[in-house]
């Protein structure tokens, strides 16, 4: 019995060395990276923001025609400005986004970009306009094939706000219209989309 004692004291002497030797060296080990010299850097918060798409036009929201009483022949011409106000540069084209009506098989079309045309706001003067033919066919062709910003026309392309176009609508009633075509009609919208 008297030689298992001292057994048990060295080796709770022992496992009672290592801990605090461990403990220690930790401690030391601690203290020193708290005493190591630091340094740091850093630039300002950085920032990211959106550009924008945005274009308008001077028609208050009014109809670009309101022509009845029409005959073979009869012709008439408007001119509208849109304006780009976005931030990127962006690729403007016209499309039409709506249509109805059987007379727009007799309507000739002529659509023009350029610049000049009178007034802001005032798009039904188009005394000082020059420009060039985007489009040209009756207003059923365009309705049917120019549907969307992919298969629109125009050659707009703005690179900052402020910048902008002016466009001549012409159409005229086809001399061939047949006479079936008496009190028949024709609406159409047309659009233009901005995309960067």
Do not use: H
């Not at 802001?120 to 005394?127: A, K, L, Q, R, Y």
């Not at 910048?163 to 006479?179: A, G, I, M, S």
């Amino acid at each position: 019995m008297s030689d298992r004692t001292p057994r048990r004291s060295s080796a709770a002497w022992l496992a009672a060395a290592v801990t605090i030797g461990l403990l220690g060296g930790g401690l030391l080990v601690r203290q020193g990276t708290n005493a190591a010299f630091t340094a740091t850097t850093s630039n300002g918060a950085s920032n990211w923001a959106a550009g924008s798409v945005t274009i308008g036009d001077d028609d208050s929201g009014t109809a670009l025609f309101t022509a009845s009483g029409l005959v073979p022949e009869d012709t008439g011409s408007k001119c509208i400005r849109v304006t780009y106000t976005g931030t990127v540069t962006s690729a403007v084209k016209l499309y039409v986004s709506s249509s109805a009506g059987s007379l727009a098989d007799y309507l000739d079309v002529v659509v023009e970009e350029g610049s000049g045309g009178g007034n802001v706001g005032d798009f039904s003067s188009c005394s000082t306009f020059s420009g060039s033919t985007i489009y040209s066919g009756t207003l059923a062709a365009m309705a049917s094939a120019k549907t969307g910003f992919a298969t629109g026309v125009g050659s707009f392309a703005p690179t900052g706000s402020g910048q902008f176009k002016v466009y001549k609508f012409t159409y005229t009633l086809n001399e061939l219209t047949p006479n079936g075509q008496q009190s028949e009609t024709a609406s159409a919208t047309f659009q233009w989309e901005s995309q960067s």
